[in-house]
């Protein structure tokens, strides 16, 4: 039975199909070896190791600069991908992609569009970010001493001047067990560490659970239990750290020196959860044979030098120097060196970028956090991934191994014969989902091309005769998502995006598309109701500084595929499905296209398409509207009437039907000239009633394309 009435516009988002293309993974993610923080614990782990476990909570920034703990809801592991290295005023550096996105006081802004003198946000005060490790007092001490002055093989060895240390040294060893043998070695005390009782060095032992064995001095780092401890374990830690190889510099500063980089890094860390701001300095020493690198790590600024020697000190000779600064640095103003001065602003502080350069292509990785959409890598707030999982009531279907995992419902789609199955089971609608996205629409191509390689027996689509094979293909393809579409549900399919150059009349150009063989891409961009192309968009600043900014485009264009038959999305919109939803929300449908009269449909055509002129209205001609050829044409029989949908002459804009308050106003277009006239002719004398067209007085086709 043929339908009665007309079908309503959709109005939600859950009832259309959506293309969404653009670079894989679209450029946001991070080296492996990038260290976030479990909230839990306290202790570092990699985002590869966290994004292979798929479990704990990291921490992310919300509204008032709060950071607290969060899950991810997607963990994303992808191919390999061009790295940068961003390094700041403080020393701190990351490596990321050019596409992912840092904060700064203007908003986001990707690495692409960041380098020196801009400022990124970086955490320098993380007042509860403390574990509950509980090691002896005793370890923790021979562990900080021997790190920082000591010799860790087959047995312990410690060097230092200071006698107080040397007896505080004795005293933790002797307290575990051990005894300490002194010596003197070159005008130093040093002396080894054995078991009294002859049996194992517990102490060596110690050092070889917490994996710093062995190691020479710049090899060593922190061990990661360290970073774990309660507040007064860990001040204790850096307290003996500081006293071996920190110093007080003359200009009232304290500085921190080791030939292991990392290890400095890792202090510059735990002393942010302190509230201590520092800066590392690397230079090159030269020796005998080889050079040695050494970092430098400086705490100059008198709010960091007081909070310093307040909450972690030294201990022994050097703790008396410091009582001596903090009773001259509580008179003095903040001290002024240009490397102290910094952009603070509550937990946050907004560092200046020294340099952007490229490293290497590697394997990159990422996160996704719902609400905050941001989370803190290597004390760097980044921001976080994944569009299509913000859609409602969403279930994936998975064709892509690389997206490992989405917190959100999915289903891994390893075969032809898989996705048939679970369309299937779609279709039914025993279940609560509303979107269907298909990631990638690219793989599951190339699943259905395998499918059909199998069941005709043949290796490729190419090795059946008249291009039956991708016939085949297509025909099998264009059927599930045909049935997919015209499903109750909404469907998002995902790809990458590619660069092609396209030879026209006017010359070649670049055209940015999906990743779909071509006339798979012809059979998506036909169904589908938008066709969004995710890209970075450079625009100007106000200081003449390109602005970039992650967008989606929604209109056709030249340069890329895009599209919104819908007609209620805005040309560009921010990359965040928050703003997408928003802007469908509040665009308008198109309006309803005019009525036509059932009536009318026996009338003449001409008369449809050239009513007369009112005789109380004078005839416009200053500028005469193309009519089409066809309109004058005296048909054989009537036909139906023409459309705005349907026409190639239906004007560019409907006109406005009128409101309740209005009454119609009866609009005549002007009668064409005759043909031999100029589409410059003069108004005529006096306006007349047009006599019946003719077939033998009707313009020509060239007198018509001329006007």
Not at 86 to 109: C, K, M, N, S, Y
């Amino acid at each position: 039975m043929l339908p009665t009435q007309k079908t309503p516009p959709k109005s939600s988002l859950s009832d259309f199909s959506v293309l969404v293309y653009g670079k894989n993974k679209f450029g946001k993610c991070l080296r492996g070896d990038t260290l976030l923080i479990h909230p839990a614990s306290a202790r570092p782990i990699t985002i590869r190791e966290f994004v292979e476990q798929m479990d704990g909570t990291v921490l992310t920034v919300r509204e008032a600069g709060v950071v607290t703990a969060q899950r991810p809801c997607a963990y994303l592991a992808n191919r390999a991908e061009q790295l940068y290295r961003l390094t700041t005023q403080t020393g701190r550096t990351i490596e990321a992609t050019a596409g992912h996105p840092f904060l700064t006081r203007d908003g986001w802004v990707p690495l692409a569009g960041l380098g020196p003198p801009d400022r990124v946000a970086v955490i320098v005060d993380y007042p509860q970010l403390f574990g509950h490790g509980d090691t002896d007092e005793e370890l923790l001490k021979l562990l900080a001493y021997l790190l920082s002055d000591g010799t860790i093989a087959a047995s312990a060895v410690f060097t230092k001047r200071d006698p107080a240390v040397q007896m505080d040294f004795e005293a933790a060893a002797e307290g575990k067990g051990d005894e300490f043998i002194e010596f003197i070695n070159e005008g130093l005390a040093a002396g080894p560490i054995r078991d009294k009782r002859a049996a194992s060095n517990k102490l060596v032992a110690f050092l070889k659970e917490a994996g710093v064995r062995g190691l020479r001095s710049p090899d060593r780092s922190i061990p990661d239990f360290v970073f774990g401890l309660e507040r007064p374990k860990l001040k204790l830690f850096l307290n003996r750290l500081f006293t071996c190889d920190g110093a007080i510099e003359p200009l009232d500063q304290v500085m921190y020196t080791s030939s292991s980089a990392r290890m400095v890094r890792q202090i510059q860390h735990l002393l942010t959860r302190f509230g201590i701001v520092s800066v590392i300095r690397t230079r090159f020493e030269e020796d005998d044979l080889f050079g040695t690198e050494r970092a430098d790590l400086l705490i100059g600024g008198k709010s960091d030098v007081l909070r310093f020697i307040d909450q972690i000190g030294f201990f022994g000779e050097k703790a008396i120097r410091a009582e001596a600064i903090r009773s001259s640095l509580h008179g003095i103003r903040e001290m002024r060196e240009p490397e102290t001065q910094f952009d603070r602003l509550g937990p946050f502080l907004f560092d200046r970028i020294v340099s952007v350069v490229p490293t290497e292509v590697a394997p990159v990785y990422d996160l996704t956090i719902d609400g905050s959409h941001n989370f803190i890598a290597n004390d760097f707030v980044v921001h976080n991934s994944t569009f299509c999982s913000k859609a409602e009531d969403a279930l994936f279907l998975n064709t892509e191994g690389g997206l490992r995992s989405l917190e959100v419902f999915q289903e891994p789609v390893a075969t032809w014969e898989t996705l048939l199955a679970k369309c299937k089971e779609i279709a039914e609608g025993h279940h609560p989902f509303k979107t269907i996205a298909i990631d990638t629409v690219d793989n599951a191509y190339r699943l259905c091309a395998e499918y059909i390689c199998q069941r005709q027996k043949i290796e490729h689509e190419s090795d059946l005769p008249y291009s039956k094979g991708y016939s085949l293909v297509n025909g099998e393809f264009y059927r599930v998502l045909t049935k997919l579409t015209l499903l109750p549900y909404g469907l998002f399919l995902i790809s990458h995006s590619q660069q092609k150059e396209v030879e026209t009349r006017t010359g070649k150009r670049m055209v940015t598309m999906p990743t779909l063989p071509q006339r798979a891409k012809k059979l998506v961009l036909g169904m589908v109701d938008m066709i969004l192309f995710c890209d970075v968009e450079v625009g100007q600043g106000t200081d003449v500084e390109p602005v970039y900014r992650r967008v989606i485009h929604t209109k056709p264009s030249v340069h890329y595929e895009a599209g919104d038959r819908t007609e209620r999305l805005p040309e560009m919109i921010d990359f965040d499905f928050a703003k997408f939803a928003a802007a469908f929300e509040r665009g308008q449908l198109p309006p309803p296209l005019p009525q036509m009269d059932p009536a009318a449909a026996a009338a003449d055509p001409q008369e449809l398409a050239s009513p007369p002129v009112s005789p109380a209205m004078p005839t416009p001609t200053a500028t005469v509207p193309a009519v089409s050829p066809t309109a004058l044409r005296a048909p054989a029989a009537p036909a139906a009437p023409t459309t705005p949908e349907t026409s190639s002459t239906a004007p560019a804009t409907p006109p406005r039907a009128p409101t309740p308050t209005e009454s119609p106003t009866p609009t005549t277009p002007p009668t064409p000239p005759p043909a031999s006239s100029s589409p410059q002719a003069t108004p005529a004398a006096a306006p007349t009633p047009p006599a019946p067209a003719k077939a033998s007085a009707k313009p020509s086709l060239v007198a018509q394309a001329n006007r």
